[in-house]
């Protein structure tokens, strides 16, 4: 069981770069896998990105490889996710989430952060 809460989020110009951060309060175990997700208005949920606790090993959605880049500090329990050449499409409450073996599913939700992106 971990608890998450997302910080950073903000408004930005087209191109710009933000920085979001994941705290990660572990109560019971560490989690197998931390990812990224967002909703934009009117959409469906996406998968942006996760990184696995332990080895590092890192997957990306397609609408984001190449701009985007998770990483996790294990020391700081914290994950998080370097947003460059962001687009209005970019903008979504983006939210943190644990999943705590591979193949389940996330049951750790964090609240999320808002990211607007202002062409």
């Known amino acids: 069981q971990v608890q998450l809460a997302e910080s950073g989020g903000g408004l930005v110009q087209a191109g710009g770069t933000l920085r979001l951060s994941c705290a990660v309060s572990?109560?019971?175990?560490?989690?197998?896998?931390v990812a990224w997700f967002r909703r934009a208005p009117g959409k469906e949920r996406e998968f942006v990105a996760a990184v696995t606790w332990s080895g590092g090993s890192t997957i990306y959605g397609d609408s984001v490889k190449g701009r985007f880049t998770i990483s996790r500090d294990n020391d700081q329990n914290a994950v998080y996710l370097q947003m460059n050449s962001l687009k209005p499409d970019d903008t979504a409450i983006y939210y943190c989430?644990?999943?705590?073996?591979?193949?389940?599913?996330?049951?750790?939700w964090g609240q999320g952060t808002q990211v607007t992106v202002d062409s």
């Open positions: 989430a644990a999943a705590s073996a591979s193949g389940t599913a996330y049951h750790n």
């Open positions: 572990i109560h019971t175990s560490s989690p197998y896998r």
